[in-house]
């Protein structure tokens, strides 16, 4: 039995992203496990990160966030939606962030929690030791992660040619640069296109979809970032001379593309 | 004289981001154009888009928000917040964000000033044409935007090879995906780096450095983001076969690389 969080970021209870979290909780509930959800519209999330996340203040004349953030999460000052988020993330086996793809990232609400929930000392300067388990390690080592993202255009732009760009490399700011930064494996983003006109027989295929990806959640291999610590990068900045060598880029810190030469260039 | 708005995101008046605000009007001013602002939480921007954008629905049973955006914005329904900030936008000449990046993207706030103010109808499905007018086209044609950004970590850790990607390639869902969309020429980011722990010598360098950025504004090349309507997407998806014949990703999108061939790479 394992923990999965389902955090989701849309208000319609008839929009496809519901029917893809009822979905969820149903599979991995018959799977045996437990599942718990942060239905953040739902609960009214606070998407704006401010003052009033600082009740206690480490300098009351002038907010700095990273040091107020690190202040409060050290000394239990956080405020309590906060903490419980937080909670609910160290639980879970696995966090699925479920949204509706909006100019090419997350919907504000979902920005805002990651932005208000992703504390320094927690999921960046981990243990008070600046960067040092960035990329691989950290708070939320041994997680699993993944996003599932309506998207109202049709897959070809997104494509590896596509206008809009290859999905994967659009995401790459979450995956890689939010859940895979404190630590957690992050699977491929799983991806329903063409929602701007989808009808019912599509949508019955993209639940069975979305279930049957869902069966492999603790099986299926992430994304294979190169881990900061793993011997890539041996000042902790900069890509080794000899590793991807030439290579620029995002996909300079995917590992192992002869295995798996499609990790970021598939839509 | 031109007229050039700035958004900007951060609450502190102290802060390095204010600073450059007041440092880019007093600029622009001395220049002899006009500037208007939007400073997001100086106004309490409402960040999350949600039903209450739409007093006056299309289906009041099902929250859809393309259909419902593009009906308040055809319908003169949308709230006035909304409209205010598509009129400055419209009398602009030029659109700068100014903001902290924060887990790789946009504040929450800012992102939600996107999620409301894109229209539809405006920012995309432009005359209600679906995506005839994207990318190099639209509503915002002719408008220069451009990217300020201050960022905690060192430019080493966002150079061609540094461990989080280059800056300009994590911010190709903004630049390529937000402002291009709708017509606007994107200018290369600005960036200051290092805010984590900047002293007070290398604030006012990095007031210097803007100010003299802003001075060419409006003589600056912009990315050479390929247009949509130029001929290199004969069906609008995805590029021809002989238009960066055999390259994939995000960098395929950017012409004249041989002109211009760090135009995503450097940080």
Redesign the interface.
Known sequence: MKKILIVHAH??P??LNRQLVDAAVQTLQEQGHEVLTSDL?GMRWK?????DDFPSRADPD?????RESGHAYANGRQTSDVAAEQEKVLAADAVILQF?L????????L??W??RV?AYGLAYGYQGAG?RYR?GDGAFKGKRAMLSVTV???A??Y????????LE??L???T???LFFPGMDVLPTHAVYGT?QIDEEAVAAAKAAWRSRLERLFEEAPIPFRR?NGGD?PD????ASDV?AG???????VADRRTAPHA??EA
Do not use: C
């Open positions: 208000p319609e008839a929009s519209y998407a704006v990160f401010d003052e002038r907010l700095h966030f990273v509706p909006w100019w090419f990232g997350m919907p504000a609400i920005k805002g990651v932005d992703w960067n990329y109202g255009g049709p070809a732009d494509s590896p040619r596509g206008i809009n760009g290859p490399q659009l790459f700011p979450i890689h640069g939010t701007g900061q990068y902790r900045h900069v890509l991807a290579q620029t880029g995002l996909l300079a810190h970021l260039e």
